[in-house]
């Protein structure tokens, strides 16, 4: 197949890992809690950001392509030299972050629909059909610890002080101890929710299809504010910090919210339907419409501080490292832009569709491309 690269970059260092992992019967090695990003989920964080708050290199030289058994989950994940990841239809993959061989192929689950929730050597993986909705897994030791029956989800877990936050689709949040999955309590919406709750370490936040955004007190439980946006929302909601917590709904319409209070501090109306995650930093919100435009807008007002046009919509989360802005689009190209103007850096074309944002490790970018493979570049530097 031929792979190709047009326009050329800066460059600069690489280095990323993102979750844990094993062998065989997948075991962690105890130096691997030690390295500096010790918790890892869908979207990177409990943000849900899709931040990762490092310089990449854009330098890319295509290695090969790794045939799987099903399509891989929106976040692939890297700790301790090895990659990890899970497949819709149900396994967890570990591979060897050099020689990228197979080290282990688990099935776990029937089917997911989000990236395994890692944090102290243990996985949390929700299901979103069979017969588990959600399986603590031991690192170390290779094994299940516990099940939970039922309660399915389409998002990943929030995992605080000894505590995993579990919201399932019929629109509960199951709080269970996160060493024995003993369900401590449940907490109901009332509504359709959508995507993965996201987390600040004191506040959860929910995003609901009919337009609701509701927000819990971690340390009582209790609902805080719930906040109707007036239009469906098909995203996760995205902390850009402690106190702003941003969501875009169907109409195109962001809004930038209070954590505290659930006061709207400013909505901004983009060029097109809001249905993949948004993306954050400390500056900007990256914002992708279903038309293929990318918005830039102020953390701070919600200005329009750029745009830029793909020919297709992006078709995974959008990542954000340091300087740059990482674009999968279903027209098969990664788009590489400079956030600070939105000027494309470089484009190249992947062997397919992807289904993951990119990955680093080890030297390696690597993409989960539909339906059965991952793409793997090598990374040069300057």
Request: charged residues 15%.
């Amino acid at each position: 197949m031929n792979k190709y690269i047009k326009n050329s970059g800066i460059v600069v260092i690489l280095l990323v890992e993102l979750i844990l992992s094993s062998c065989q019967k997948p075991a962690l090695n105890v130096r691997d809690l030690h390295a500096p990003v010790i918790i890892s989920t869908e979207n990177i964080n409990f943000f849900r950001n899709n931040f990762l708050p490092v310089p990449m290199s854009d330098s890319l030289t295509w290695m090969e392509d790794i045939s799987l058994n099903s399509t891989t989950t929106s976040t692939l994940c890297a700790k301790g030299g090895n990659l990890v990841f899970t497949t819709h239809n149900g396994f967890l993959y570990t591979l060897n972050g050099k020689t990228f061989n197979q080290k282990q192929n688990t099935k776990i689950g029937k089917w997911m629909n989000s990236a395994p929730t890692i944090l102290d050597g243990m996985a949390f993986i929700s299901g979103s059909t069979g017969k588990y909705g959600l399986i603590a897994y031991d690192l170390f030791r290779g094994k299940v610890v516990w099940k939970e029956y039922g309660d399915f989800s389409d998002g990943a877990p929030v995992v605080f002080d000894g505590y995993v936050y579990h919201l399932t689709s019929e629109g509960k949040i199951s709080i269970l101890e996160k060493r024995t999955g003993k369900k401590v309590k449940t907490l109901y919406l009332e509504h359709d929710p959508v995507g993965s709750i996201a987390g600040n370490g004191e506040k959860l936040i929910a995003a609901c299809r009919d337009g609701y955004l509701v927000c819990y007190d971690l340390k009582t439980a209790g609902q805080i504010w719930n906040l109707n946006l007036g239009a469906p929302i098909y995203n996760s909601p995205v902390f850009v910090n402690d106190s702003l917590v941003v969501v875009g709904n169907y109409l195109g319409k962001v809004a930038a919210i209070n954590v505290q209070t659930g006061r709207i501090l400013w909505q901004q109306k983009t060029n097109g339907n809001i249905l993949n995650p948004l993306s954050a930093d400390g500056e900007r919100i990256y914002v992708p419409t279903s038309n293929g435009r990318i918005s830039a807008l102020s953390v701070r007002s919600g200005a329009l501080q750029w745009s830029y046009q793909t020919q297709t919509p992006p078709c995974v989360p959008m990542l954000v490292t340091r300087g740059k802005l990482w674009i999968g689009t279903s027209h098969k190209w990664l788009h590489i832009l400079d956030k600070s103007n939105g000027k494309e850096i470089r484009s190249i074309l992947l062997p397919g569709r992807p289904s993951s944002m990119p990955a680093f490790i080890n030297h390696h970018m690597v993409i989960g491309i539909e339906f059965r493979e991952l793409a793997v570049y090598e990374v040069r530097h300057e």
